[in-house]
């Protein structure tokens, strides 16, 4: 589960409007759906710092060695990807997704995977990019619409921008849920409340 960013008790009414919300969604998450069959917690941004099981080390050596022999090998690429983004390494991930789409177009899951370990790096306007490219992708891609609500709300302190991409899922899937299972449709209706209680500046 990720946690929301915190801010000083001096930010603007849209800051402090975010730290509200995110005691209401504390540790909300991103939905990660992998090409793999595992799909695991969000890095967090530490690269390296959990123990990597000596099975997946020894999948991950073996990958680097195959797309050492072979760099156009993209399927290769994006497994590899998908072992550094289970391991909490997102800049080689990065590295890994971004050499798999140089050879191969993707599609919106790995496009998505992405954007989550851009995120992970703090880089939050690439996120944003790879998660569109996403839904430019596949227009009833749902993972990207709520992904990119949770950087626009969490690390962009951009509510409305959070709500219209929210309401976007929605139109897709009146039925979607946050990945704690809450509703979608009422947390959207809990920040307009909440917006719409914030002086006006």
Excluded: C
């Excluded at 730290?19 to 967090?44: C, E, N």
């Excluded at 710092?49 to 680097?64: G, K, N, V, W």
């Excluded at 899951?109 to 790096?121: E, I, K, S």
């Amino acid at each position: 589960m990720t946690t929301p960013r915190t801010v000083s008790k001096s930010s603007s009414p849209i800051l402090l409007l975010v730290v509200f919300i995110a005691g209401f969604l504390a540790g909300v998450g991103f939905a990660v759906y992998k090409m793999g069959p595992a799909a695991t917690q969000p890095a967090t941004g530490q690269e390296g710092a959990q123990q990597i099981p000596e099975e997946t080390a020894q999948a991950i050596a073996q990958l680097e060695s195959q797309v050492t022999k072979d760099p156009k090998d993209y399927q290769s690429w994006i497994k590899l990807g998908h072992h550094y983004f289970d391991t909490d390494q997102p800049e080689k991930a990065i590295q890994a997704y971004t050499q798999s789409l140089t050879l191969h177009s993707g599609d919106a899951n790995l496009l998505t995977d992405l954007g989550v370990m851009y995120r992970n790096t703090g880089q939050k306007e690439k996120a944003i990019e790879s998660f569109d490219k996403a839904w430019a992708m596949d227009p009833k891609h749902e993972p990207s619409r709520l992904n990119k609500g949770i950087v626009l709300l969490f690390d962009m302190n951009d509510p409305e921008g959070a709500i219209a991409s929210w309401e976007e899922l929605l139109r897709l899937n009146p039925e979607a849920k946050m990945t704690d299972g809450s509703s979608v449709r009422e947390f959207v209706a809990h920040i307009k409340d909440e917006v719409a209680k914030q002086p006006k500046q």
